[in-house]
């Protein structure tokens, strides 16, 4: 009899059990679901409120701060210093201390009265009531703190005025207990105190205040005592959290130390409104899973009697997706779609064996962005610290060194090669080396987007002299290969901790010194201290004005310029006036990569021997300069434009960590002035070149954001931004929100 109760169809028997299966199942699935989402939920909540709290304590210590500040500058005050010191009364004094105090007063909207008080003459001015001597004086009790010891450190009070308590600050401190002659009182406006420091709801569901260490409410509602009491038993640490239970009720806790005011500022949340949501949402989600599981029967019924029907789907959307066309070439439908369901899983395997692949060499271009952010901003950040420590082997030596590879005749290579062609062999430029110096150190080249490249070296008890045979065999090495010219400088031992920036610049300063000497050698710090004690500068004004008339295009300015420098060095004798020539024509072929009759450091003294005089070389100097002139309005043809343009996009985002990027940083690199740089890439982008930098800043940020976990002033910081105000500002304008709520969005 029980097999009439039993359906011969085997779809709907499969129907019947995959009913039974789809009903059961969802039960433990919505409890433990949402169980899970109620734990995820109060981490998120407590994540948030850490966030919080925190931004809540770095704005009370900014503003204590200020005010600090503040009040110290208002005690200074001339006028107010006047008063307080005086040993009699004077109306005139008094006047010009009212005013200052006054001023001071209405450009500070926190402050909500101020005390000034002479120890001598026994007054005091309250800028709200006017001066009174101090039996009069309205507020005795700041009278008597002010004739008692303080801490050392400036800190602020609680004091009740007229029966209101408002916090307040006396200035100076005065631990010893000798008086001074005169004290400034400040009483801050409590009302906005809390408005900007303290948050909370009309539904008192979250409630915030500040405690002192015993527990007495410095800034907060004043009707909660029994809610306060213990709270700073259960406070341990700089910062945490723990529950309390208040009338019934939870309260989930968060609190942080407010140094060196030695306050502790809390957030309470009620956690009886976040439970009761957390129910809600289990049984909207049971109703759901319910319907659901309704929809799904219906369904199991009409796709029970396809059974090949999920194979059918799966083989055809690998068919769509990966361009696999093998179905057609099986009679049977099942084998068709198992091999091409075979071939598809093979293919999938073989793109991620390529991304696999593609992501090591990701790891290269990471690792040589980290190695630039380090030369251009001279520190390490602690992500970028640990990911050098995984990823490259610079770290494992005691000792470290900065070289700098630079490309002689740089403007001939640039004209020789375009700009892929360049890039191709500063790379080729940067594996010799390596490879060289890897014979008994570490090394990683970094690529810096001018006419030089950076060698990280590291080692133990590395001698110098190895060290320059080494870079010498490099310098060989590269001239073989390449045929391209270079100049080498190394720096001594460096520590991991040092500013790299400044070695850096130092470093690249070197290796111009063969436009100097003419040696052909590997320069070391010592060469540079050698030079400067035989160095005698040009006037830097003339100079300056020369490059920029230079840049500007002004052949008249340049004319009178050159006369002034000539004047000056027909004063000299023959052996100096060589020299300032060589200092002059060094100072021009760094600031514009060229002289058009000067391709190398070897071709300054031999042309400067075939003159006669200064008046001829003064000539054939004005003519090169014009022939500069000429050349740069030529680059800023047509023909030019795209590959100058692609210059500059790629000079910005190698220099892009750099918070002292400039345009004119730019233009000296293209070899332009500043406002044809501006006019080019305005007329090829339709937008600005400041604009653009600060976009590129912005993207870098989101990226940085979304990519990382790190602190998001570390993230502004590595993006280009200077200052955290500045980064601030700037990103909220450009996105409508903050860098941390940006993270939690996305």
Not at 703 to 728: C, I, Y
């Amino acid at each position: 009899m029980s097999r009439w109760f039993i359906p011969k169809q085997t779809y709907i028997r499969i129907f019947l059990s995959l009913c039974i299966l789809f009903i059961l199942v969802p039960i433990p699935f919505v409890y433990l679901m949402s169980h899970q989402f109620s734990i995820y939920a109060m981490r998120q909540i407590d994540k948030v409120n850490k966030t919080e709290i925190a931004h809540s304590r770095d704005n009370a210590k900014f503003i204590f701060n200020k005010l600090i500040s503040y009040g110290l500058n208002m005690y200074a005050d001339k006028s107010i210093q006047s008063w307080m010191r005086a040993g009699s009364e004077s109306q005139e004094a008094q006047v010009e201390a009212i005013e200052a105090a006054t001023k001071y007063m209405t450009t500070e909207p926190f402050l909500d009265n101020v005390y000034l008080i002479n120890m001598r003459t026994k007054h005091a001015i309250d800028l709200k009531y006017g001066i009174a001597s101090f039996p009069q004086f309205r507020d005795q009790d700041m009278l008597d703190r002010v004739r008692q010891s303080r801490s050392s450190y400036l800190r602020f009070f609680v004091h009740k005025v007229n029966g209101t308590q408002q916090l307040a600050l006396i200035i100076p401190t005065v631990p010893s207990g000798q008086q001074s002659f005169g004290y400034l009182a400040l009483i801050l406006n409590d009302n906005l105190m809390q408005q900007y420091l303290l948050k909370g709801d009309s539904s008192q569901e979250i409630r915030s205040f500040i405690l002192d260490k015993s527990g007495q409410v410095m800034l907060g509602p004043q009707d909660s005592e029994d809610l306060y009491a213990g709270l700073t038993v259960n406070s341990v640490g700089e910062a945490g959290s723990f529950t309390r239970t208040y009338e019934g009720e939870s309260w989930a806790v968060q609190y942080a130390m407010i140094e060196p005011q030695g306050w502790i500022i809390y957030q309470m949340a009620k956690l009886e409104g976040m439970r009761a949501d957390f129910n809600s949402f289990r049984t909207k989600f049971v109703i759901v899973v319910a319907g659901l599981d309704a929809l799904l029967i219906v369904i199991l019924f009409w796709n029970s009697r396809r059974t090949y029907k999920p194979f059918t789907q799966l083989a055809n959307q690998l068919e769509t997706k990966l361009g696999l066309h093998s179905k057609n070439k099986y009679k049977d439908i099942a084998m068709a779609e198992f091999k091409v369901i075979r071939h598809g899983i093979e293919m999938l395997e073989d793109r991620m064996i390529q991304l696999d692949s593609s992501m090591r060499e990701h790891q290269n271009v990471i690792k040589a962005e980290y190695l630039r952010q380090w030369i251009l901003q001279g520190k390490l950040s602690s992500p970028v610290t640990q990911y050098l420590h995984e990823n490259s082997g610079l770290f494992g030596h005691e000792a470290l060194y900065i070289s700098v590879i630079r490309i002689n005749e740089y403007s001939a290579f640039n004209k020789k090669y375009n700009f892929a062609s360049r890039k191709l062999l500063k790379y080729a430029i940067g594996n010799i080396a390596e490879e060289v110096v890897r014979r008994n150190w570490y090394a990683e080249s970094v690529d810096l987007g001018s006419d030089h490249l950076v060698l990280f070296i590291s080692g133990d008890n590395v001698q110098m002299d190895e060290l320059i045979g080494a870079m010498e065999e490099a310098g060989k090495q590269i001239r073989q290969w390449t045929n391209i010219q270079v100049t080498v400088a190394v720096s001594g031992s460096r520590m991991f901790s040092d500013d790299l920036r400044i070695v850096y610049q130092h470093i690249h300063e070197l290796t111009m010194l063969k436009f100097i000497s003419g040696e052909d050698k590997v320069f070391i710090e010592r060469d540079y201290e050698d030079y400067m004690h035989r160095a005698q500068t040009l006037n830097d004004d003339l100079l300056d004005e020369l490059i920029k008339q230079i840049r500007m295009g002004r052949t008249e300015k340049i004319t009178g310029i050159l006369d002034l420098i000539f004047v000056h060095m027909h004063a000299m004798h023959y052996i100096q006036s060589k020299f300032q020539l060589l200092l002059l024509l060094y100072t021009l072929f760094k600031t514009f990569n060229k002289l058009p009759s000067i391709q190398s450091v070897e071709d300054i003294e031999k042309m400067l021997e075939a003159f006669d005089t200064l008046g001829e070389v003064r000539t054939w100097l004005e003519k090169e300069l014009l022939d500069i002139i000429n050349e740069n309005g030529n680059r800023k043809s047509s023909s030019r434009r795209e590959e100058i343009v692609s210059e500059i996009v790629e000079y910005v985002k190698q220099n892009l960590p750099d918070p002292m990027l400039t345009i004119e940083d730019i233009a000296e690199h293209v070899s332009l002035s500043t406002r044809h740089v501006r006019q080019l890439f305005k007329e090829t982008f339709d937008q600005t070149l400041s604009d653009y930098i600060l976009q590129e800043r912005i993207a870098k940020v989101k990226e940085l954001l979304l990519s990382t976990n790190w602190p998001v002033t570390d993230v502004g910081m590595r993006a280009g931004f200077q200052t955290k105000s500045h980064f601030f500002t700037v990103f909220k304008k450009a996105t409508g929100m903050t860098p941390t709520q940006f993270r939690d969005r996305q």
